[in-house]
């Protein structure tokens, strides 16, 4: 049996993906899992509330973004402050303070994504404990 281990993965934490007034921001381990890529395109789904990040494959229909040589103290941002207010006015979330996800990876369709309303649902979860 052949491993391929990352020694820096425990260390380092699950895979996050943060999204603040401003920017989504990518933690060492959600890099890591896109392979390190130089640059990326991001998708949102409006039906499932679901944001998507997979390597740019030189597709010249799409918006990439540097990704990994903007690396500083282990976190890449891309700025996207438009886009975030949208996302608000849509969810009714407010990003301020950041919200943080754990991110899943697909290993098929090799997409790293998070699903905006996994937070919503956080949000009446806890409305409801302190309800009680």
């Known amino acids: 049996m052949k491993f391929n281990f ?11 993906i943060t999204i603040s007034e401003l920017a989504l921001g990518f933690n ?3 890099i890591s899992l896109l ?3 130089e640059e ?6 409006d039906q499932t509330m679901t944001i998507g990040v997979k390597k740019y494959d030189g597709n010249e229909n799409v918006k990439s973004y540097k990704f990994y040589s903007r690396m500083k103290n282990g976190w890449v941002r891309i ?14 979330l407010k990003f301020s ?3 943080r996800y754990i991110a899943k990876y697909d290993e098929q369709e090799e997409i790293l994504y998070i699903s905006v309303m996994d937070a919503l649902q ?3 979860e806890e409305e409801m404990d302190e309800d009680k």
């Open 6 to 16: 990352d020694w820096n993965y425990v260390a380092a934490g699950a895979p996050y």
């Open 28 to 30: 060492t381990p959600s």
């Open 35 to 37: 392979g390190n890529p």
């Open 40 to 45: 990326v395109i991001i998708g949102f789904d």
């Open 79 to 92: 700025g996207c402050k438009e886009f975030i207010k949208y996302l608000s006015s849509l969810t009714g």
């Open 97 to 99: 303070p950041a919200i």
């Open 122 to 124: 956080s949000q009446k």
